[in-house]
């Protein structure tokens, strides 16, 4: 279950990472029709929620590394990789789900399509921002595999 849900979990964060990219987009449109750019949205709250899902069933759950860490979490604040696994991604990754949240909710409240605008590419481009920050990118000391099979 632990490779399934991982790679589950590895596939579905380049879904909401192009969400991301096209709801900052979409925010970024002139377009003065109020359902402009909804679509890409749904997609990221839809492809955070399910990422959030997969992500603590890894984390509480199914994940033996994260079963070590949270066993030695004292120790585990010493070693940048394990900090980053037990804090650093799970802090990012959370925030990015809120503020894409609070964009969608802001963006129906607002009263004019620039107040919209404005909202909508504050929260989406931080939460995309913030994905990107929190991706154990190839390279880094924590860092994984692009793709998962």
Same mark, same amino acid.
């Given at each position: 279950m632990y490779s399934f849900v991982l790679?589950?979990? $590895?596939?579905?964060?380049?879904? =909401?990472?192009? =969400?991301?990219?096209? =709801?900052?987009?979409?925010?970024? $449109?002139?377009?003065?029709?109020?359902?402009?750019?909804?679509?890409?949205?749904?997609?990221l709250v839809t492809a955070l929620? #399910?990422? +959030?899902?997969l992500g603590l069933l890894l984390y509480l759950v199914v $994940?033996?590394? +994260?079963q070590a860490i949270r066993d030695h979490f004292g120790e585990a604040m010493q070693s940048r990789s394990l900090?980053?696994?037990?804090?650093e991604h799970v802090t990012m990754m959370v925030a990015a789900v809120v503020l894409?949240?609070?964009?969608?909710?802001?963006?129906?409240?607002?009263?004019s399509p620039d107040a919209r605008r404005s909202r909508l590419l504050?929260?989406?481009? #931080?939460?995309?921002?913030? +994905? #990107?920050?929190? +991706?154990?990118w190839p390279g880094l000391p924590y860092g994984r595999p692009l793709f998962r099979l």
């Open positions: 790679a589950l979990h $590895s596939w579905v964060r380049w879904i =909401a990472l192009i =969400a991301g990219v096209g =709801a900052t987009a979409a925010a970024l $449109s002139r377009s003065s029709d109020k359902r402009a750019g909804d679509g890409w949205g749904v997609a929620d #399910l990422q +959030m899902l $994940s033996p590394n +994260m900090r980053f696994w037990a804090v894409a949240h609070v964009g969608r909710v802001l963006g129906r409240k607002a009263a504050i929260c989406y481009g #931080l939460s995309t921002l913030l +994905m #990107l920050a929190g +991706m154990p």
